[in-house]
């Protein structure tokens, strides 16, 4: 018997498949999704921070516990930010509202990211259509100069 999957929100480099094949992970689907309540800030990574004014573009995925385990021991390991799983509830672009399990960092020390990691999530971005305004939020995520 297979383990159950679960609904996941992903908004940083999660989104690119390229990055999560490096950890084993193949979701056979993602889906644009919308968070409101948050914003994103990337410094050094992507995290979710409370706001009233904004909302989060990422996608819905499914996975297993086991992979989600996996996946974000990896970024506490070898990433070096610790990850906790919170439920959310999140709209696609046709409207429904689908509730699913989204990873924050309760703490992350303030650093420039890296310009190639803010790449990592522009790319996926761009590549599901998300909106303008917001792949120019995610840009301004970039180090001045880079």
Known sequence: MSEARVRVFFYGSYMNPSVLREVDLAPE???VARLDGYDIRVAPRANL?????????????????AELNRLYTHAKDVLGETYVPH???VQTKEGAWVPALCYI???MVDR????AYVDRILQPA??????EWYIRRLES???FGA
């Open 141 to 143: 995520e970039r180090p």
């Open 126 to 131: 761009r590549a599901l259509g998300f909106p």
């Open 105 to 107: 960092a309760p703490a």
């Open 112 to 115: 420039a990211p890296d310009p």
């Open 87 to 89: 439920p959310v509830l």
């Open 29 to 31: 689907a993602f889906e």
């Open 49 to 65: 921070v409370p706001s009233s004014e904004r909302c989060v573009y990422g996608v819905l995925a499914e996975a297993t516990h």
